[in-house]
């Protein structure tokens, strides 16, 4: 009986299940020994994997890693790559996940905020890693009649994130990265849940809070609600200056009529 030879792909496919504990030795019966056992060889390179992916997650959540520490960071990080191998080569996505496994850490269970504040700093990460965008040219808007206005909605710069939580993360962040222990000393968690933009504009990342009325407008805005819709659900007097603070900041980057939206839908 002859054995067919493995493909490129088959061996691909072996040594990523190597690397990353996925199989116990598929790949080593393709390594060719040459006065280092193939296991061995394999093993420097799963190493080599480990701690790529090691520093992919200490550098996206800098934060979680001070307020844990480093020898339980690189413990649950590990745990975090065996439980959660990586499932593509761009390591800017590696780590989604992180803050789920975080929350169902036994070990970290008594750190309530810090789920949280992981979920932050990957919204972070995605901010810094989106793509560019042009801003609007507002002159578009003014080129709209009255009912065009009132079925224009905004497409959302790629950079820009929106969260809620039960914690002062912001703060927490700000504090941890700022290495001031005074102002960390001072938070209270017990403080009013906080509602979170993450922008990258030209300077950088910018992480700011709203009121719960701005966050519930801005998000209706960035997931493709009309703004007359948007608008007449948000009265509160701070919503225009709020629209304008979106507008001149990038957070929105083109429009649409939702006319245009429904004859697409149609035509498919």
């Known amino acids: 009986m002859t054995t067919c030879a493995p493909t490129l792909h088959d061996l691909q496919c072996a040594v990523r299940r190597d690397l990353l504990g996925l ?4 790949a080593a019966a393709y390594v060719i020994a040459d006065g280092l056992a193939p296991q061995a060889r394999l093993a420097i390179y799963r190493n080599t994997a480990n701690s790529t992916l090691l520093t992919a997650l200490r550098l996206t959540y800098p934060a979680v890693r001070a307020l844990v520490g480093d020898e339980f960071f690189e413990g ?3 745990l975090f790559i065996e439980q959660c191998p990586p499932s593509s080569a761009h390591l800017d996505s590696y780590g ?6 975080l929350a169902r850490m036994p070990e970290a269970a008594s750190l309530v905020y810090l789920p949280d504040t992981a979920r932050l700093e990957w919204a972070v990460n995605e901010a810094l890693h989106a793509a560019d965008a042009t801003s609007l040219d507002l ?14 909605r905004f497409l959302p710069s790629p950079a820009i994130r929106m969260m809620e939580s039960a914690f002062p993360i912001d703060a927490i962040w700000h504090a941890v990265l700022s290495r001031d222990d005074s102002a960390l000393a001072d938070i ?9 933009s993450i922008h990258r504009g030209p300077s950088g990342v910018d992480v700011n809070r ?22 007449a659900d948000a009265p509160d007097a701070e919503t ?5 603070h979106l507008l001149v900041s990038g957070c929105l980057v083109d429009i649409r009529l939702s006319n245009e939206a429904s004859s697409r839908t149609a035509e498919r």
């Open 240 to 244: 225009s200056i709020w629209l304008a």
């Open 96 to 101: 989604d996940r992180f803050a789920d496994f």
């Open 23 to 26: 199989a116990d030795g598929d």
């Open 139 to 152: 002159r578009r808007l003014e080129q709209l009649d009255e009912a065009a206005m009132q079925a224009v």
């Open 210 to 231: 709203m009121t719960k009325e701005q966050y519930r407008f801005a998000t209706a805005l960035l997931a493709g609600r009309p703004l007359h819709d948007a608008l």
């Open 76 to 78: 649950a990080a590990r």
């Open 188 to 196: 209270d968690l017990a403080a009013d849940p906080v509602c979170l």
